[in-house]
């Protein structure tokens, strides 16, 4: 059985699998709302997966409307009682933006991630100092109890790097993120050797775009390609802004991503090459 499971991703799965029902069954939410007496909104918001975890005996009632057989029932039913269940990173989910809180639930059930950085360290290959020196050094003023919960939250993640089944991940980095020194020369040598370490690991994939490509589709900035082991989980893509933090599900955008990391990828030194930049560094 695998270790790293989210119930986040449960309730994404539900609430993708019931909008699909309703349209199947060519009944319009407010049609479905009415019949059941609810609020209008609720089912809206149930299918965006917005609000509240979900209700077992509410998606047992959608199950009647919509005609489902006892198996995909039980199957529906059971996500929901999943996705009432609390992930790891629940007890900081008040000292984290909502949508990073999102991100980091999504990631926990992730097969692999693409990530593209170019100005910082990924997150997920971050050592405790470095990571400290980011999150202090952002835009929003933070409080001490708020920056150590954050660096304990992107500490956690990276067990994912070791867990079983392993989160695959291929990060490519503009070389400007190996020229800024982030909390100091110590800071950044032992950043230096901790890429080099992970950058070993069969999981994780370190590539770096030289000055010397020039322009790159990863001009605007940073984002994240998360992908699934269920074919039926869709990627989304995660874009850190300074307005804020947004995710990407609409499949036209998300394959405007997936080309433009491959563009990066085929703009970037190669792994090997890769590791003797950092060897140098």
């Known amino acids: 059985m695998p270790t790293r499971e989210s119930p986040t991703l449960r309730r994404r799965r539900l609430a993708q699998q ?3 029902l309703r349209e199947q069954a ?3 939410s407010a049609e479905v709302a009415a019949r059941l007496e609810w609020a209008p909104s609720k089912l809206t918001r149930m299918e965006r997966n917005e609000g509240k975890r979900p209700d077992p005996r509410d998606i047992r009632d959608l199950c009647e409307v919509y005609g489902v057989d006892e ?7 059971q996500l929901a009682r999943d996705g009432r269940k609390r992930g790891w990173w629940d007890p900081y989910d008040k000292m984290l933006p909502e949508a990073t809180t999102a991100f980091i639930g999504l990631e926990a059930e992730a097969s692999s991630v693409l990530v593209f950085e170019p100005l910082t360290v990924p997150g997920l290959l971050q050592t405790e100092d470095y990571a400290r ?5 952002g835009t929003t003023k933070l409080s001490d109890e708020q920056v150590q919960a954050r660096v304990d ?3 956690r993640r990276q067990q994912a790097l070791y867990e079983d089944p392993v989160l ?21 040598r032992a950043q230096f050797e901790h890429l080099r370490q992970v950058a070993g690991l069969p999981s994780v994939t370190v590539q770096v775009v030289p000055f010397g490509a020039g322009s790159h589709a990863g001009m605007s900035g940073s984002f994240n390609i998360l992908q699934f082991p269920e074919p039926g989980d869709l990627d989304a893509v995660f874009v850190d802004l300074v307005a804020g933090e947004m995710f990407i599900e609409e499949s036209s ?3 405007r991503y997936h080309a433009a990391f491959l563009n990066l990828v085929g703009a970037a030194a190669s792994p090997a090459n890769t590791l003797d930049i950092l060897t140098k560094r």
Request: hydrophobic share 50%; proline share 2%; charged share 25%.
């Open 18 to 20: 019931l909008r699909s």
């Open 168 to 188: 695959e991940v291929i990060a490519v980095l503009d070389e400007a993120v190996l020229h800024r020194e982030v909390g100091g020369p110590e800071v950044m």
């Open 253 to 255: 955008e998300v394959k």
């Open 26 to 28: 060519g009944l319009k």
């Open 133 to 137: 020196a980011v999150i202090g050094g």
């Open 71 to 77: 198996a995909q029932r039980g199957y529906l039913v």
């Open 153 to 155: 939250v992107r500490m």
